[in-house]
């Protein structure tokens, strides 16, 4: 697969940075840059790194030596995000593991919708596929999943309000409300190019779907003070509408065939 030329160089770093690695199992690729929907203005660069075994603190601080080497070109390196699973572990959602979000060593975790991802459009950079340890995810499983998100993160972070004032938080948040209907009513996993081509189904207007588009292409959208404020309010309620409705939804509930 050909990625844009600046991600490709990225990539090409971090794999040889971690050929030489005596526990490296995989390196994968998952997400927009491989479903075409990647934005150079928007998107991240989503990297699975499969190992034989948990790494140690030592390891760790090694592997973050190795991102910062990466990240000291510029450029697209901070549009990395880097999951360190061991194998043996890829199939908990739970567990947390290293990862380098853009310019810093976190923790995160394999969770289900990752997982589903990478088995239904993930690509090998090095080593064996499909990766150890990752298998299709059943459709239950990831509608679950995307359930338990609208009832507990999303319920939460719509409580907030001052972040709503961020062009990131508006753009993100309101395309997870399509993509999690897709999920929950019909199994489908989309992009946010499509998620984007179906917000008027959640009311958001078309002004501000066009502002979203605009970002996502790399177009600068400028907002006065109070045009952000009214964004804010406008952008908050329709997110706590939208995971109310999606929050009721039972994806094991069909309705009966017509006779």
């Known amino acids: 697969m050909e990625f844009p030329g600046d991600v490709d160089l990225v990539l090409e770093r971090l794999r040889d940075g971690l050929a030489g690695r005596r526990d490296l199992v995989g390196v994968y690729v998952y997400g927009s840059l491989v479903t075409g929907d990647f934005?150079?203005?928007?998107s991240d660069i989503d990297v699975v790194v499969?190992?034989?075994?948990e790494p140690d603190e030592a390891a760790v601080r090694g592997l973050g030596r190795l991102h910062a080497e990466v990240a000291r070109f510029g450029g697209a390196a901070e549009q990395l995000h880097c999951l360190y699973v061991a194998a043996e572990h890829a199939s908990d959602p739970d567990r947390l593991c290293p990862y380098w979000f853009g310019d810093r060593m976190t923790q995160w975790q394999m969770k289900v919708m990752t997982q589903a991802e990478l088995a239904s459009v993930g690509v090998a950079l090095h080593g064996p596929w499909p990766p150890?340890?990752?298998?299709?995810?059943?459709?239950?499983?990831i509608q679950a999943a995307v359930l338990a998100e609208m009832r507990g993160y999303w319920r939460r972070f719509v409580r907030k309000r001052k972040q709503w004032l961020d062009d990131d938080t508006v753009d993100h948040a309101l395309v997870v409300l399509p993509r999690a209907e897709a999920v929950?009513?019909?199994?489908?996993?989309i992009t946010k190019g499509e998620a984007i081509g179906r917000l008027a189904g959640f009311g958001i207007p078309a002004a501000l779907a066009q502002e979203i588009r605009s970002r996502r292409a790399g177009h600068e959208v400028t907002l006065s003070a109070g045009q952000r404020l009214r964004r804010a309010y406008r952008a908050r309620r329709?997110?706590?509408r939208g995971v109310r409705r999606l929050s009721l939804l039972d994806p094991?509930?069909?309705?009966?065939p017509a006779s």
């Open 252 to 256: 094991t509930v069909r309705s009966a």
């Open 50 to 53: 499969m190992l034989d075994r």
């Open 39 to 42: 934005s150079a203005a928007r």
């Open 132 to 141: 150890p340890g990752i298998r299709p995810v059943p459709v239950a499983d």
């Open 184 to 189: 929950l009513v019909s199994g489908d996993l």
């Open 238 to 240: 329709i997110m706590q």
